[in-house]
């Protein structure tokens, strides 16, 4: 059959339809459409139909059907993989072999357990696509007939070109999910522009600049971000982060869970050791947990961890403050965050840990050094100590100073001013409820007193493990962890949902891929 003059996709195995929405999304300004889709699960091909109503559907074991059922097009999407390909779930990759079949009954919810990467060279030698992009898991690349699967399509008449990408660089999509895309054209059309340069700040530049993938090991180009490739600025080399989403973005903070000492049924002992060793970390911040093996815990500020067909992910959320007015951030950040406004007054301040160097030398700007500097010779004996916040006294009048807790007070006057720093006191803030209500610190002036009672204060210790509250994920937060959008219809229960999810590709990453093929043709 020849193929339409608009520009067409099939979607070899559409899955819940993630690579249809981020094709629909380059498509449909141009007049194509997605127009073939194909999936072994049902409930997949319900889903996909809500969504894509206009697309021929077909609920069929792929690797059995014949190719010449289904009309041709421009391009295939296919996202052929196979369980024995990932390490998910703790599992060691097979490489010996690709599983053609599974054993026993086939379940039609399984990760795509039918599908086989020589679905794609069987399919293309009819239908004689333009562009054809595989998605898979990196793991795959490990394949023992990877060569060979390369061999047989470079025989059809493609040429090819393998893409290692991070979700999370695609945005907006919140969650860091290692991927490998290898995208074939025919052989004589244009070669499809496939160097992705996220975004990036670059400090030593000072400057936001298109960073540049940049491979640990030149001779072994393929792995995933951080442990087998980096992005770096193209002027000085330096190694950047690019921009991304953070897992904050996704979350619904109306519910925050469940308190853990209220639960009936006690988390499992791997968790509750996540838990601890997160509340360790992050402190009053609320974290993320992935539930499998190895497991991870994360700040909220990073992306979700990799979304698989298993509902794992979960937040772990230290301590609730209910906020019904204005002005109630902003006032104590951690570093990592944003500046506030700087207006004409220096009002901002920064408390760090020093270093004190125990040695017999003078000058005190010798002894005490900041954790930021480097550490000074160290010698056989044990000299340098690290100096953190703790309780001391304040003397507020003339040019006196600070002195230690265990010291004689200073001469009493008629006029209160000594104050006792603790460690407690630096976890209070004022409340000022008068007119537009406003949080203080504890540093700054208190506000006007008037004739009403206005002021209180609030103090706080760190939370602990069984105060703090814990929930999973809900689908609707998975749902925008993948970066579908909101309105998008999933169908089935909140399990059935996770799992079309998780075999989802994430739209933002296929809408690039296809964008840039789509130039190629169009060039």
Not at 26 to 51: C, D, F, P, Q, R
Not at 79 to 99: F, R, Y
Not at 123 to 138: G, R
């Amino acid at each position: 059959m020849g193929k339409d003059s608009a520009i067409t996709v099939t979607d070899q195995f559409c899955g819940a339809g993630g690579s249809s929405i981020g094709a629909r999304k380059v498509l449909e300004s141009k007049g194509g459409k997605v127009a073939v889709a194909l999936n072994h699960w049902s409930l997949a091909i319900e889903t996909h139909n809500t969504n894509f109503p206009e697309t021929i559907h077909d609920c069929t074991d792929i690797s059995a059907c014949d190719p010449r059922r289904y009309p041709s097009t421009d391009i295939l999407i296919t996202s052929p993989e196979c369980t024995n390909h990932s390490v998910a779930k703790g599992k060691k990759a097979v490489t010996a072999q690709l599983d053609l079949f599974s054993n026993g009954v086939l379940d039609p919810a399984c990760e795509r357990s039918r599908a086989t990467m020589w679905d794609v060279p069987r399919f293309a030698e009819y239908h004689k696509y333009n562009i054809i992009i595989v998605e898979n898991v990196v793991d795959a690349r490990k394949w023992v007939q990877f060569p060979a699967w390369l061999m047989a399509m470079d025989l059809l008449g493609y040429n090819h070109k393998a893409v290692y990408a991070n979700s999370m660089h695609f945005q907006p999509t919140p969650q860091s999910r290692d991927r490998m895309y290898v995208v074939f054209w025919k052989k004589g059309n244009n070669a499809p522009d496939l160097e992705l340069k996220p975004k990036a700040y670059c400090q030593s530049c000072n400057s936001i600049i298109d960073s540049i993938q940049a491979w640990k090991n030149p001779q072994k180009k393929f792995g995933k971000y951080k442990q087998q490739y980096v992005y770096v600025c193209p002027s000085c080399v330096t190694r950047v982060e690019p921009f991304y989403y953070a897992a904050f973005n996704i979350i619904q903070w109306s519910n925050i869970g469940t308190r853990i000492g209220d639960r009936k049924k006690p988390l499992s002992e791997n968790t509750q050791r996540r838990i601890k060793y997160g509340l360790e970390k992050y402190r009053k911040e609320p974290f993320q947990i992935a539930n499998y093996t190895p497991g991870t815990t994360n700040s909220i500020k990073s992306p979700i961890s990799t979304v698989t067909t298993v509902d794992h992910n979960s937040i772990c959320t230290p301590f609730v403050i209910k906020g019904e007015h204005t002005l109630v951030d902003g006032m104590v950040k951690p570093a990592t965050d944003s500046i506030n406004t700087q207006c004409t007054r220096q009002t901002m301040s920064l408390c760090v840990p020093f270093i004190i160097n125990n040695q017999q030398q003078t000058g005190i700007n010798f002894r005490v050094k900041s954790i930021k500097d480097v550490v000074p010779t160290q010698s056989t004996a044990a000299s340098f100590s690290l100096a953190v916040p703790a309780p001391f006294m304040v003397e507020n009048k003339g040019t006196s100073n600070a002195s230690e807790i265990t010291s004689p007070a200073a001469t009493l006057t008629t006029v209160p001013h000594l104050g006792i720093i603790t460690n407690e006191s630096w976890n209070s803030f004022i409340h000022y409820n008068y007119g537009k209500t406003t949080l203080t610190d504890i540093t700054d002036a208190l506000g006007t007193a008037t004739t009403k009672d206005r002021h209180s204060i609030v103090s706080y210790q760190e939370p602990k493990y069984e105060d703090c509250f814990y929930r999973m994920l809900m689908p609707s937060e998975i749902q925008a962890a993948m970066a579908f959008d909101a309105d998008y219809v999933v169908l089935g229960s909140g399990k059935d949902k996770v799992k079309q999810l998780g075999n989802a590709v994430t739209p933002p990453a296929m809408e690039w891929l296809v964008q840039r093929c789509v130039e190629s043709l169009e060039n």
